[in-house]
């Protein structure tokens, strides 16, 4: 009886520390944010990274001016920042929002698309 009730404390034990981690994982925004910006130049470019440093905690991680990418990223990856939201405001004085699409891209895919665009 004893084994029994000790197994179903370990089960509901596990199953509450998968559950646990499981939310924790869902509700941690995306690390960094990719973004392309239709006619992107480099002074744009300039701008936002300078921007950027005004205590928002995200830094532009990479950018293609070519390919018209940038990659935010916040400046310490376990703070937990969105760079959506803490990076918004210096997005916003830097690029007009019709300029702005979200892109769902990996480090390697960001990459490939610059060089292709430098190759054009």
Do not use: W
């Not at 960094?32 to 995200?58: H, M, P």
Request: net charge neutral; charged share 15%; proline share 4%.
């Amino acid at each position: 009886m004893e084994r029994n009730a000790f197994f179903k404390g370990l089960t509901l034990s596990i199953l509450l520390l998968t559950s646990a981690i499981g939310s924790q994982a869902q509700s941690n925004p995306a690390t960094t944010l990719a973004l392309r910006v239709d006619g992107l130049t480099v002074q744009e470019r300039d701008a936002l990274a300078q921007d950027l440093q005004n205590g928002t905690g995200v830094k532009l991680a990479y950018a293609c001016v070519p390919a018209g990418l940038l990659v935010l990223a916040p400046v310490d990856p376990q703070s937990g920042i969105d760079p959506r939201s803490a990076a918004a405001a210096s997005i916003a004085r830097t690029v007009t929002s019709a300029r702005i699409h979200e892109e769902t891209l990996t480090q390697q895919q960001v990459e490939a698309r610059c060089a292709n665009a430098r190759n054009q």
